[in-house]
């Protein structure tokens, strides 16, 4: 079974940047869909970025143009670059791996934007 562990979160002023790295235990294939959601508190966790196996990337309005999610496969790892950071990205991080039979998440990190 694959576990997930991510890193990188922590506090940073606004307009500034941050990278959060999801690394698998196990392999990730290249057939993995990868995704970062988040969850801010008193709200529902929503999908922030998902990048297919094939490396096509998709984002959530609110960061598009902000955030980019990579993948590493050689290193069994995600990225996702966080740049001109809004108080409103405040939220608890998740990195999510998804393949056919499983879906596995990580444990989150803490990412606060201050004003």
């Known amino acids: ?10 506090l940073v002023p606004a307009g500034g940047s941050l ?7 196990g392999r990730i294939f290249s057939s993995d869909g990868m995704a ?6 008193g709200k529902q966790r929503e999908l922030v970025a998902v990048i297919t196996g094939g490396g096509n990337t998709n984002y959530v ?4 143009g902000r955030f980019t999610i990579s993948r590493d496969n050689a290193k069994n790892t995600v990225y ?8 409103e990205d405040t939220a608890v991080y998740y990195c999510r791996l998804s393949r056919v039979g499983a879906s596995v998440w990580g444990q989150g ?4 934007v201050s004003l």
């Open 1 to 10: 079974q694959v576990q997930l562990v991510e890193s990188g979160g922590g």
């Open 19 to 25: 990278r959060l790295s999801c690394a698998a235990s």
């Open 36 to 41: 970062w959601h988040r969850q801010a508190p």
């Open 61 to 64: 309005d609110s960061v598009k």
């Open 80 to 87: 996702l670059q966080m740049n001109s950071l809004k108080p």
């Open 109 to 112: 990190t803490q990412v606060t």
